[in-house]
């Protein structure tokens, strides 16, 4: 069976939905799961700023523009794509009151076969006090002419610029083992940290790890392809090196997903197996690694079955439970973890969710 890309995640779930239904067993979120913030358009990665406030990059919802004909599209049924200036940044106080910091970013759906599973803005990093995002719904491939995924700094009027062209890295820099019929020119880019003034983001459908400097170059880290096939490298998290998860293609085989460890001079190696569906992965101030599971015990993604554990060394501790879909995680300067909930999913808009989860101690 073909392996279906990490867009087309997205679209099960919005094919399950419109079906009624789901082989799983969900359940509801555990006790310590509490609804922080609501009202959200696709919500995915979030970091907490030097203001204290929590950032969130919302998807958004898409677009009715097509650029079939102009260029380039993803082969059906996934694509074509339509797109439009629908994707936002978020911030939410400590009473998780919703502002907007930044609007009418790019933003682009898959087919109507495919569910108009939607991507735009797909993280958030800070350096100091300057924000940047990272971009997942452009390009001409996406149904946006004239756009491009890109690393972008926000500033704080909403205005931005483009530090780095993505989309164009990507183009003339082909990773050694991409998937012809799993393949996105533009590029998913999921995932994104701050280290050493430097920007690193991740790309689940070519599969690679790239370092952005803030005068725009780009430089790849690690091919991840070149070593491990195509996985679907999603979330980054660094302490030391770079420690990568995947989210895996589909049918999901659970325990098939893992995380590896790079070095910054591209080095991989697996150091954490036996997880499913990661589509976060975050250390605590105590250096203990969490992986953020987007759904298990099902072959597809499923509401109400995903999970946070902790790496210990006596195995996978659950950490929650009953997650509906999530798409992102990071640690607050409470000690507790924030997840994107309800991260991907048909219209209506604003049903995503940020929840709080409070972290039980270690076991000795």
């Given at each position: 069976?073909k392996?279906?890309?990490?867009l087309?995640?997205?679209?099960?779930?919005?094919?399950?939905?419109?079906?009624g239904?789901?082989?799983?067993?969900?359940?509801?979120?555990?006790?310590?799961?509490?609804?922080?913030?609501?009202?959200?358009?696709?919500?995915?990665?979030?970091?907490?700023?030097?203001?204290?406030?929590?950032?969130?990059?919302?998807?958004?919802?898409?677009?009715?523009?097509?650029?079939?004909?102009v260029?380039?599209?993803v082969?059906?049924?996934?694509?074509?794509?339509?797109?439009?200036?629908?994707?936002?940044?978020?911030?939410?106080?400590?009473?998780?009151?919703?502002?907007?910091?930044?609007?009418h970013?790019?933003?682009?759906?898959?087919?109507?076969?495919?569910?108009?599973?939607?991507?735009?803005?797909?993280?958030?990093?800070?350096?100091?006090?300057?924000?940047?995002?990272?971009?997942?719904?452009?390009?001409?491939?996406?149904?946006?002419?004239?756009?491009?995924?890109?690393?972008?700094?926000?500033y704080?009027?909403?205005?931005?610029?483009?530090?780095?062209?993505?989309?164009?890295?990507q183009?003339?820099?082909?990773?050694?083992?991409?998937d012809?019929?799993?393949f996105?020119?533009?590029?998913?880019?999921?995932?994104?940290?701050?280290?050493?003034?430097?920007?690193?983001?991740?790309?689940?459908?070519?599969?690679e790890?790239?370092?952005?400097?803030?005068?725009?170059?780009?430089?790849?880290?690690?091919?991840?392809?070149?070593?491990?096939?195509?996985?679907?490298?999603?979330?980054?998290?660094?302490?030391g090196?770079?420690?990568?998860?995947?989210?895996?293609?589909?049918?999901?085989?659970?325990?098939s997903?893992?995380?590896?460890?790079?070095?910054?001079?591209?080095?991989?190696?697996?150091?954490?197996?036996?997880?499913?569906?990661?589509?976060?992965?975050?250390f605590?101030?105590?250096?203990?690694?969490?992986?953020?599971?987007?759904?298990?015990?099902?072959?597809?993604?499923?509401p109400?079955?995903?999970k946070?554990?902790?790496?210990?060394?006596?195995?996978?501790?659950?950490?929650?439970?009953?997650?509906?879909?999530?798409?992102?995680?990071?640690?607050?300067?409470?000690?507790?973890l924030?997840?994107?909930?309800?991260?991907?999913g048909?219209?209506?808009?604003?049903?995503?969710?940020?929840?709080?989860?409070?972290?039980?101690?270690?076991?000795?």
């Amino acid at each position: 069976m073909k392996p279906i890309r990490l867009l087309t995640t997205f679209t099960t779930l919005a094919l399950l939905f419109a079906s009624g239904t789901s082989t799983s067993q969900a359940q509801s979120p555990s006790s310590n799961v509490t609804v922080f913030a609501t009202g959200l358009n696709n919500p995915r990665g979030l970091t907490f700023g030097p203001d204290g406030k929590l950032y969130v990059a919302e998807g958004g919802m898409g677009g009715t523009t097509s650029t079939v004909g102009v260029c380039t599209q993803v082969v059906a049924p996934v694509g074509p794509y339509t797109g439009g200036f629908t994707s936002r940044i978020s911030r939410i106080d400590a009473q998780g009151n919703r502002t907007t910091v930044a609007d009418h970013l790019p933003s682009s759906q898959t087919s109507d076969a495919n569910g108009n599973a939607v991507s735009g803005v797909s993280d958030i990093a800070f350096i100091g006090r300057e924000m940047f995002a990272l971009t997942a719904g452009s390009g001409c491939s996406h149904g946006l002419a004239h756009t491009t995924n890109a690393v972008l700094q926000i500033y704080p009027n909403g205005f931005w610029r483009m530090v780095a062209d993505l989309s164009l890295f990507q183009k003339l820099h082909p990773v050694a083992t991409p998937d012809p019929a799993d393949f996105e020119p533009d590029g998913v880019w999921y995932s994104m940290v701050a280290v050493a003034g430097k920007l690193f983001a991740v790309e689940p459908n070519h599969g690679e790890l790239d370092a952005v400097s803030l005068d725009g170059e780009i430089h790849r880290v690690a091919d991840i392809s070149a070593t491990q096939g195509h996985i679907v490298p999603t979330s980054v998290a660094f302490r030391g090196n770079f420690f990568v998860g995947n989210l895996g293609t589909f049918p999901i085989v659970e325990g098939s997903s893992k995380i590896l460890e790079i070095t910054p001079g591209g080095q991989v190696s697996t150091v954490v197996t036996g997880l499913t569906t990661v589509l976060g992965v975050a250390f605590d101030c105590h250096g203990d690694l969490y992986a953020l599971e987007n759904t298990t015990g099902n072959p597809f993604p499923t509401p109400s079955t995903g999970k946070v554990v902790r790496v210990t060394r006596n195995g996978l501790e659950d950490i929650a439970t009953g997650l509906f879909l999530p798409t992102g995680m990071t640690f607050g300067p409470d000690g507790a973890l924030y997840v994107s909930n309800v991260g991907f999913g048909p219209p209506p808009t604003g049903l995503g969710q940020i929840v709080r989860i409070t972290v039980p101690p270690v076991h000795p």
